[in-house]
């Protein structure tokens, strides 16, 4: 079975400061691992997507994100916050095993302070 | 592309109505999906379909909930009758051949609150 754990509900930052959103897969079969973002009261954004080729992603709006099988991570960074990046992020995990239906982590709900 | 369309953006009812949820997923994706999120339970699938096929509904929660792809641009999603327990953001996402590598697109939802 899939699952996806994100180890924190709440991430506050300081504008300018590094983010670090941390998430955990299990996954039986090669999986595809996805950081989708979601404002408040929009639908949810593509951040970037991990498929088996570089371990090291680049996404959107600075973000980027290292898949580590050994530890089984696929934590997200960004070097520097910004206001706008308040919002909630949802890692997410796939494979062809689930008919590459997408297992939802809880969601990691980032606050950006001034 | 104007992106995966869902209607209404918010709908309230009250209970023992019957809900209907629009959705138009990108032109030439060929997967649709059905999500429901709440605070409790955050994002789940309600159902997916490959074609118009529905391939799996396991996550339809009761017999009042029923989905439908007549072609390859339209689904709906119905409820009846609806009761409060249903308030959720239901998003509707599509996704292009491909299988597991390909990302899901989503809309931006339909708020529902059933009173």
């Known amino acids: 079975a899939q699952s996806v754990t994100q180890l924190d509900s709440h991430v506050s930052v300081s504008e300018g400061t590094p983010v670090l959103l941390r998430c955990n897969y299990s996954?039986?079969?090669?999986?595809?691992l996805f950081w989708y973002v979601q404002h408040p009261n929009k639908g949810l954004q593509l951040l970037l997507k991990?498929?088996?080729?570089?371990?090291l992603v680049k996404g959107i709006n600075g973000f980027e994100a290292e898949f580590k099988k050994s530890e089984t991570s696929f934590h997200l960074t960004k070097p520097s916050a910004h206001m706008s990046d308040a919002a909630e992020y949802f890692c997410?995990?796939?494979?062809?095993?689930?008919?590459?239906?997408?297992?939802f982590g809880k969601g990691t709900k980032l606050s950006v302070k001034p | 592309d104007a992106g995966v369309i869902q209607s209404p953006r918010h709908e309230v009812t009250e209970m023992g109505q019957e809900v209907t949820l629009r959705c138009k997923p990108i032109?030439?994706?060929?997967?649709l999906f059905w999500y429901r999120q709440t605070m409790m339970r955050g994002l789940e699938l309600l159902i997916y379909?490959?074609?118009?096929?529905?391939?799996?509904d396991s996550g339809m929660p009761e017999d009042r909930f029923s989905a439908k792809m007549p072609n390859a641009s339209f689904s709906t999603l119905k409820i009846q009758p609806s009761e409060p327990r249903d308030s959720a953001v239901y998003f509707c996402?599509?996704?292009?051949?491909?299988?597991?590598?390909?990302?899901?697109?989503f809309g931006p939802g339909t708020r529902l609150t059933v009173l």
């Open positions: 996402a599509s996704r292009l051949a491909g299988g597991a590598y390909n990302e899901q697109f």
């Open positions: 996954s039986s079969y090669s999986p595809s």
């Open positions: 991990y498929t088996s080729a570089a371990t």
């Open positions: 997410v995990v796939s494979s062809r095993r689930s008919q590459g239906n997408l297992i």
């Open positions: 032109s030439g994706h060929n997967s």
């Open positions: 379909f490959n074609n118009n096929v529905p391939i799996d």
